[in-house]
């Protein structure tokens, strides 16, 4: 049993033990409840701490662990309905839409099979790396006191270095989390009202901050190959947009890969417009082995400015390990900063300095190894289930990297009435249309492999998936 299993079982028993004692009276020991449960002091300090997140005991250091008391319960009598015109009169076009980032950030419930998630399971994290890296990092002299506004030197040398040339030191801004640089940079190089141009499908936690941010966000389709250029040129002429957000590796949901023959096209179509190509590349550390390196970052290729880079190790990482870098340059740069510090001041620098023990260790190296082997391998097992429990669907794309796949459905299925027959046969699984900024072509469900526990659990995800697709009316 893991630990993170056998946590929640204790705090499951705790929590039905508790109306043995009465208020403030005390609980055994943690020797005690280890001796009795037999289980590490680690699980009982965690068990201890989610109960007492919870309100339901009090820990006194030196005297023990305490049944608190029930909280006091206030009567809410306040009239909130003024809310209404009060928002509706100011929103103007921003609207706040979060149903793709809490549909992915959603934890499923016990029992049901998460082929949903867009992180790693625990399992694929280098969490015993993280905790030395921590360790290490609070020991550094200085840990806890503010860090420059743009992020540590250290930080952000290696952030250019790992991005490439022409980016530099001087180039680089560290946020937290690839959500917040991309929050960064279209509120900065973007005006209210304006249109912004994104790959169709696309990330929904990016059609969601430029709805947030007042932006108008155009679909412009893209097929194996990525972004196809004379749409793009189209819909630059077209809307007059200066923006471009673009996943030329792995992209997110489809896994498709920018080929060498529309990079440069793609630069030259943005600087006629006058306009910015931010790429997001968020998965480019999570490569598969066995095929080839996906192409350089478009910003290997950018002398003028008009990429502006992100790159994460959130993906690879930790989900809680939100780190990433905005790489620019001119102008812009200077814009990215200053908003940056207005709505950041910065990222905190305990986290900087453990991102830095991380990045800089031999461990990561091998951890990154090991990811890749590990999604390939899941890759395979979720391709190979598909093609035994659903052989009647077309054959899913197969990517080259990243963490998920994007399986079109028959014409007449009802992606939404199977995702809702999947949840109730046990498996979660993401609805296509919330990747479309407009009208969707067709049925699509996007599956993620990092997610479940093991590969078994993976492919058993699958089989559900089936035996809920012969529910749905055809």
Not at 27 to 45: D, G, H, I
Request: glycine share 8%.
């Amino acid at each position: 049993m893991s630990d993170g299993s056998s946590v929640a079982s204790l705090v499951k028993q705790l929590r039905s033990e508790l109306e043995r004692y009465p208020i403030e009276g005390k609980l055994p020991s943690s020797r005690e409840l280890v001796r009795q449960l037999k289980v590490s002091p680690v699980t009982v300090s965690r068990a201890i701490s989610a109960l007492a997140a919870e309100g339901l005991v009090i820990t006194r250091p030196g005297a023990g662990v305490f049944r608190a008391p029930p909280p006091r319960e206030v009567a809410v009598t306040g009239d909130v309905s003024w809310q209404e015109v009060a928002l509706s009169s100011q929103s103007g076009t921003r609207v706040i839409d979060a149903t793709g980032v809490q549909t992915a950030l959603s934890d499923p419930p016990s029992g049901v099979i998460d082929l949903n998630g867009g992180y790693t399971h625990p399992s694929l994290q280098p969490e015993r790396e993280l905790a030395a890296a921590s360790a290490r990092a609070g020991r550094r002299p200085g840990a806890w006191t503010r860090p420059p506004i743009c992020g540590l030197p250290e930080l952000r040398a290696w952030f250019a270095r790992d991005i490439g040339s022409p980016v530099n030191v001087e180039n680089v801004l560290v946020t937290a989390g690839g959500q917040s640089a991309l929050t960064t940079a279209l509120r900065a190089l973007g005006a209210p009202g304006a249109p912004v141009l994104v790959e169709s499908p696309t990330y929904p936690g990016l059609l969601a901050i430029a709805r947030a941010s007042g932006l108008r966000p155009i679909p412009v389709p893209i097929d194996r190959d990525g972004v196809r250029p004379e749409l793009l040129a189209d819909a630059f002429r077209d809307t007059g947009s200066r923006l471009f957000v673009c996943q030329p590796a792995f992209q997110n949901p489809t896994g498709a890969v920018l080929c060498a023959e529309r990079r440069a096209e793609v630069l030259r179509i943005a600087r006629d417009a006058g306009a910015f190509v931010i790429e997001d590349d968020f998965a480019r550390l999570m490569a598969h082995p066995g095929n080839p390196a996906p192409p350089p970052p478009l910003v290997a290729d950018d002398p003028d400015g008009v990429v502006v880079h992100i790159r994460s190790l959130t993906k690879p990482a930790s989900p809680s390990l939100r780190i990433s870098a905005l790489a620019a340059r001119g102008p812009a740069l200077e814009r990215l900063r200053g908003l940056h510090a207005v709505e950041s001041f910065f990222v905190p620098r305990p986290m900087q300095e453990t991102a830095l023990e991380l990045v800089s260790s031999p461990a990561w190296t091998r951890h990154l190894r090991t990811l890749a082997a590990s999604l390939r391998e899941r890759r395979d097992v979720a391709v190979s289930a598909l093609r035994e429990f659903l052989p009647s669907w077309s054959a899913v794309p197969v990517p080259t990297g990243g963490y998920h796949l994007w399986q079109p459905l028959p014409g007449f299925a009802d992606e939404m009435a199977l995702t809702s027959a999947a949840f109730r046969a046990g498996v979660a699984v993401t609805p296509g249309r919330l990747y479309f900024a407009a009208e969707a072509p067709g049925p699509y469900l996007r599956l993620s492999y990092v997610s479940a526990a093991t590969g078994a659990q993976l492919r058993d995800g699958v089989r559900r998936l089936s035996q809920a697709y012969q529910e749905i009316p055809g």
